[in-house]
């Protein structure tokens, strides 16, 4: 045998820092791989491991060296296949990518702190005098470009691993948590690529690499947290025809609960429900955020809930064969039900439970945790409907008011504040839910006074679009158009509502094509409703530009009527009823600009006012 096909046939298997895995080094991607699929929960998921385990030994009194000898974290195992001088990715590119970007994102943060740009070679590096990334893939250079040196790119021909990453890119700036940033950040940084390890498995063939990779995911594969509890509970369940029921409903609703969700998260679903499932009915503590603080019940359901059950079955009533059985044929089968009910509402506007498609919007994850926590087996259909209302319009409510103050919604950041709600809404009556909820909302530090200087920026133009389709629906529904939300909130909005705008090319602001059609460049910007197809001119934005200070004139701009639709009987309607100071406007100037302003701060406070809970309760059917 030669020592070509010696070393064809080796296989090399090497722990290695991110540092060491990226610096100065070149990956490819071959073009028959898969593209790259991160969604912002994969994302959300990596950046809570990553800041939850650096924080357990941060302390704001050590000096940057310390920072060595904090706990190291592994992130899993790569396989590279290396041939003809290139290494290709063959399993982890999910992972490099999107380290990759968070490299880059911190890289600017650090930056605009004065911080050195170390971390460039970790990006791009230059050989022969050529710069090139080190994750090379030639589809995606343009969109790397974009994100290294944050100028704009026209978003609307990306492809899917490229409009992915630019969509990821931005969520971990959403997602990154505030505590971490300023003088924290620098620390963070020298952890990660210094304690964070990865296994580099390095094959010398296409063949023996997915050898390898089959191997790994196809055999002796580690049963998951939820497989775990099944055998767990059923191992508890001494009668045969018990455990064959037990077993015939718990395949079922697994099956049940995995056909709901997409490919990329069906593999995930049953973890999902059971976090949501168990939290919202059982976490009484949670983690402090603080130094070698203790996992709460939250904390351990979130990463462990197999044992978490195990543990606490004497708490949980698990005291017989019968009780067992009835846990998954009784209180399983029951919260999976709604758990399914949720989640069709957050894929789909269902009548009546608007408000928890809108809330999905927003990436809300903690959303199933809520409702689920309000509810009880006890709980007849239409009850539990009710309290489903209630809560997604308090969420409503509350996320609303965190972003038009530019608060962060991320889990990170609202996990603590999700986690006492669940505890005081927890099974209790409608009335009672009401009178909690609105207590949280007077007692919340953000307002609606942050709407008048919401402006438009990177951050913004997602939570801008959608309170621009919020108002039109809000609307056009009062004045019994029923254009509808689904449509109203798609980026390219539907034959019945045309929207636009256009931003200017300011530096920070990513001014594509998309953006343009589908964002207001204030509050809201202008529109034209189907009923009244009259011409609109767009109007510009201005970076940092208050909505009540923009000085762009628009003609016949909604939600001002043009003239005519003054005469259409459904919206002269629900002026009278709403009280709302509509007029038509032909020739648009700066004093109208700010009317229209104090307008919208006045439509907003009809869709988001706490005086829904009671209306809501009371049983009135049209919903904000």
Known sequence: MSTEQIAIRSIDGKGKTIKEILFARKFYIDYYQREYKWQTKQVEELINDLTGIFLNDFNSSHDREEVAKYAHYFLGSIIISSKSGKDHIIDGQQRLTTLSLLIMWLLHRLKDQGEDDSLAQLVYSKKHGKVSFNLDVEQRRAVMDSIYNDTPIDDDELDESC?????????????????????????????????????????????VAYTIFETMNDRGLSLSPAEMLKGYLLSKITTEGDRIAGTVEWKKLIGKLRSQESEADNKEADADFFKAWLRSQHAESIRERKKNATPGEWDRIGTEFHRWVRDKSAALGLNTPKRFKALICENMAFYVKWYLEIRRAECEPVEGLENIYHNASHQFTHQPTMLLAAIQLSDSEATILLKFRLVAKYIDIFLTRRLCNFT??????????????????????????????????????????????????????????????????????????????????????????????QAADTPGIRTSSTIRRSLPTTAVDSATCSCCPRRSTPATAQRRMPASASTTSSTTSWPSPCPGREHNPGFTRFVRSSGLPFHAVDDFNKADLDERQMLYRQIAEHIWDPEWLDRIAEGEEAVA
Not at 170 to 188: A, H, N, S, T, W
Not at 421 to 436: F, L, S, Y
Not at 448 to 470: E, V
């Open 163 to 207: 409009q992915n990453m630019l969509d990821r890119y931005r969520d971990i700036g959403d997602l990154f948590p505030d505590e971490l940033q300023e003088k924290v950040l620098p620390y963070f940084a020298d952890w990660l690529i210094e304690n964070v390890h990865v296994v580099e498995i390095t094959a010398y063939s296409d063949d």
């Open 408 to 501: 962060k919604i991320d889990y990170n950041t609202l996990q603590y504040n999700v986690f006492t709600v669940v505890r005081d809404i927890r099974g209790r009556t409608p009335a009672k839910i009401v009178a909690a909820l609105k207590k949280r909302l007077a007692e919340q530090d953000e307002s609606l006074d942050g709407f008048s200087t919401f402006y438009l920026n990177q951050w913004s133009h997602k939570p801008i679009k959608r309170m621009l389709a919020r108002f039109i629906d809000y609307v056009e529904t009062g004045s019994a158009a029923c254009r509808g939300t689904r449509d109203s909130l798609r980026p390219v909005a539907s034959a019945g509502l045309r929207l636009s705008i």
